[in-house]
Every structure is written in C-alpha cells, then in structure tokens.
C-alpha cells in the first residue's frame, strides 16, 4: 500500500523544521564563539597597553639615571596611551654593612597615572642611583 499525499506533506514538513532547528543551534554555537572571541580581543588588547606602560616605566628609569641630580625630576604625557610619567629623586640614605653613610645615592621613583574603566590606576618603580658630586652638576 502507498502512502497518501499527506503523510508526504508532513514528512516534509518535518524534515524542513530539521533543518531549521540544526540551522538555529549552529546560530547560536557561532553567536557563542563570536563573543567569546571578542572578549579575548579585549583582553588582549588590555594587557598589551599594561606591557606598554611597563617599558615606559623602565625607559624613563633609563633615561633619568644618567642626568645629573638636578634634572631628574621630570614629568612627561605620552599622548598615544594617555599616560603621565612623573619622575622624583631623593637622598636614598643608605648606609654600608659598617654603618657609615654612602654618600651620592639617590632614589629615583617613576609613577605612571592613567585612567582605565576601573577609575584611576597607579603604577610605580623604583631604583637607587649613585650620582658622584662631578656628574651632578654636568
């Protein structure tokens, strides 16, 4: 016996909300992934302008440490990552295994300031520097 042409009309039907269904779950599989890798994306993108303050921090600690005392003090804007550098310099007062004060050392700090979606953010580094009296005044 052959089936009638409705039981054909419903296995068709069947079979189209097959292939909607399968095409609505691969949707939101793909959905899914999309903004999974978006997130990804901005994490990335995060951690690479923290690296970036980072060497903006060691290059200023670079660059200070071979002025003379006087010019140390600094600030400076770097408009690409909207940061400011802000360098100080004090007496490191630091004394050997003796007890005697070693004399022309120096703390140089460099604090980095910026604003992220998180409010204000600080970093800082620090080193001590030996500036002998006939460099300072170079």
């Given amino acids: 016996m052959r089936p009638t042409r409705v039981q054909d009309s419903n ?3 069947w079979a189209l909300f097959d292939v ?5 779950v691969f949707a939101i ?12 994306g901005e994490g990335s993108a ?3 302008k923290d690296r970036l ?8 600690l670079t660059e200070v440490k071979h002025r003379p005392v006087n010019e140390m003090t600094m600030e400076v804007f ?11 310099v004090e007496d490191a007062n630091l004394s050997n295994v003796d007890g005697e004060a070693l004399e022309d050392m120096y703390k140089v700090k460099v604090t980095a300031t910026w604003d992220d979606d998180g409010g204000e953010q600080v970093e800082t580094a620090e080193i001590f520097v030996y500036q002998p009296e006939e460099r300072q005044g170079r």
Avoid: K, P, R
């Avoid at 909607?20 to 609505?24: N, R």
């Avoid at 770097?78 to 100080?88: G, H, K, W």
């Fill in 20 to 24: 909607v269904m399968a095409i609505t």
């Fill in 29 to 40: 599989a793909v959905t899914g992934i999309v903004v999974q890798l978006g997130q990804i």
């Fill in 46 to 48: 995060a951690f690479a």
């Fill in 78 to 88: 770097d408009e690409n990552l909207a940061v400011t550098y802000a360098t100080t």
């Fill in 53 to 60: 303050i980072q060497y903006g921090i060691e290059s200023m």
């Fill in 11 to 13: 296995q068709q039907g």
